[in-house]
């Protein structure tokens, strides 16, 4: 799974810092989550092809997080984009798109499609060959959800011993891969269990921005292998939390600890601190693994 | 009166070029007409505090020309704006900006004006104290205005040989250079066209994009000391002109020419292009005084 941060910079863009965009990929296939104004331009250094981009996951229509779509969904049409496009987000998003596209008079010519969010628990929201993608609600101040990539594994890895040991032919072998049971000569059913391993644990991505400190995620990103998580402000300055519904890099590791996940990569600074370091330092001071989000940074795991 | 080009690049952004947008400046007001993607971050390069924007002109809602204006008005918002913006663009533009502003629950606490634009003959639009904007309707694939600066001279020059000729007093000075007659001691009244000088012609800064070749401009435009019209072609790609409504090099020229205008710039080049002295050399063959708009370059006049 790798990782590339577009922008991870809280409010209002800046000569030097991005609003929230991230592309996430596994096994080759691309999705961008967020989409703040400047990613089309942010893809572009950072050379990701436009044509890798087919699924497009808003979080909050926050302008931070969204105002760079319209942009991007245009600029596919200019350069002639044929694929089709899905997104996913709050309810409203496509009345947004829709009326700007309607006034400019320029409809895409390739697909688009939205899908709009209103559930208030978790749900399965997309699935393709590579990776099932499930909601995180939430808790800011309009409905948010986070984004859980669970990676799937197309085939399963053989247990070439057993399969020699009963003679079954390597012609059976795709079949296997792909999970069906076999059948012997003699009739006799082996479940694909027996001729297969047991499959590695799934790869877990959970990105959760933005929210205020928010324990009812801890069970849907449980155990996850790499937590994204805000991490707005520093403890001196939580009272602002409350107000703003975000989080502190504390609280933020303090999520990663009880989910038990692997590794946390924080992001989302407010620009009212300098020097993004001391994020890390107090989310160590919880959580020993994290790491800090920066803008044209890629991650690899 | 001075102009800072923050983008000038059809169509979509890129790593090192930008959609249109500019900031007039008359006598320390500044205006800003165009608001692509990114302006805002362009603002910031080119040191223009936020602060000092007040009326943005719209020419038309294609993404390249207003996309920028939903995350410049958050920002104003976020950063604490108190004093009234006004909007001056076509239909339309209000409901998109306060759907969204709406859908991310977060209405400006400042004071924000729409003044939305139907007519299609010029019509004064705005007014202060230094200058007056006119629209200039032009030919475009939606509804598309250019804008019209005139210089306003709030104080006329005071002929002092003929005031001190009628001993009139200079506490009085301030009201004849405000544009009063005088009345002197017997009852007669001096007009007073005769107590000053004539004013100077005022100058007149034309704004033309995007619009195909339209020569219902030229009376509007007509002996303006500076031109801004679109060259999104030159004259070999002709034919993309009539179907996307755009002009070429030429043709802008040729516009400049037959408005008498003193100087022309060039801008809104199509990025098919990688070297844009080639739109300066084909409009000098029309016309002498061209001058390239490129991103963050100023000009003073």
Redesign the interface.
Known sequence: MKLTILGCYA?????FTNPTSQVVEFNNSMYLIDCG??T??QL??NKIRFSRINQIFISH???DHF??L??LI??FG??GRQSDLHIYG?K??K??IL??LK????YTQYKLYFHELTSTSSELIFEDDKVQVYTIPLNH??YTNGFLFVEKQPFKKLNINKLEELNIHFVYYNKIKNGENHTLEDGTIIANEELTFPPKKPFKYAYCSDTMYEESVVPIIKDADVLYHESTFLEQDKPKTIHTKHSTAKEAATIAKMANVKKLILGHYSTRYTDITVFGDEAKTVFDDVLLADDGKTFEF
């Open positions: 409010a209002t863009p800046r000569t104004e400047g089309q331009v572009r250094i229509l926050h302008g105002y760079g319209i942009g245009s600029s200019l350069l709050p409203g998003i009345e947004i009326l700007q006034l400019s008079n320029s101040r309009v």
